[in-house]
T-cell receptor, first 113, second 114 residues
Framework: AQSVTQLGSHVSVSEGALVLLRCNYS??????LFWYVQYPNQGLQLLLK??????LVKGINGFEAEFKKSETSFHLTKPSAHMSDAAEYFC???????????FGQGTILTVHP | EPEVTQTPSHQVTQMGQEVILRCVPI?????FYWYRQILGQKVEFLVS????????KSEIFDDQFSVERPDGSNFTLKIRSTKLEDSAMYFC????????????FGSGTQLSVL
């Protein structure tokens, strides 16, 4: 079985500040980990993913995440927030047969001037 | 870049009516999925489909739901008798691999059951 917990349903930062969105997972198999972004009235866009190899993964729009197995975490960071980063972010875990993903509850990121 | 296409973008129906949500996956993909997102809640897995049969389904996917790949390009989700609680955004996804590392999502169909 797999599950995801995102700490903080809402995160607010100032433009230019560090963005940190937290994700912890549990998985009975080696996990694949994902961050998706959802802008209002749009679908899910893949930001980045970890499957195997390097534990620090870089994604689109300057985001990155680090897989820490010992902490069962996959936190998403961006050094400097931009107004256009305002959206809802979902962490997801997969890696089981047939590709089912289990999503976290989502974190709404607000960026203020 | 190839994309998953879903139609319609919005669907309004009366409780008890049948609805069919349509998806055109990416052409060379072999694995297909439906997820849903009730307003304010997390994205939930409904069903995965491979080799013309359901490979996995969630508890949500009861006898009221069915999926079909009627031809070589479409993938549909049917809800036989809609309930108010079926109101949600339904996302189709497809992948060319079986472990989900390259999952592409459509932009969703917003289903409103009145």
């Amino acid at each position: 079985a797999q599950s995801v917990t995102q700490l903080g349903s809402h995160v607010s930062v100032s433009e230019g500040a560090l963005v940190l969105l937290r994700c912890n997972y549990s998985s009975s198999v080696p996990p694949y980990l994902f961050w998706y972004v959802q802008y209002p009235n749009q679908g899910l866009q893949l930001l980045l993913k970890y499957t195997t190899g390097a534990t620090l993964v870089k994604g689109i729009n300057g985001f990155e995440a680090e897989f820490k197995k010992s902490e069962t975490s996959f936190h998403l960071t961006k050094p400097s927030a931009h107004m256009s980063d305002a959206a809802e972010y979902f962490c997801a875990v997969g890696g089981t047969s047939y590709g089912k993903l289990t999503f976290g509850q989502g974190t709404i990121l607000t960026v203020h001037p | 870049e190839p994309e998953v296409t879903q139609t319609p973008s919005h669907q309004v129906t009366q409780m008890g009516q049948e609805v069919i949500l349509r998806c055109v996956p990416i052409s060379n993909h072999l694995y297909f999925y439906w997820y849903r997102q009730i307003l304010g809640q997390k994205v939930e897995f409904l069903v995965s489909f491979y080799n013309n049969e359901i490979s996995e389904k969630s508890e949500i996917f009861d006898d009221q739901f069915s999926v079909e790949r009627p031809d070589g390009s479409n993938f549909t989700l049917k809800i036989r008798s809609t309930k108010l609680e079926d109101s949600a955004m339904y996302f189709c996804a497809s992948s060319d691999t079986g472990r989900g590392e390259k999952l592409f999502f459509g932009s969703g169909t917003q289903l409103s059951v009145l």
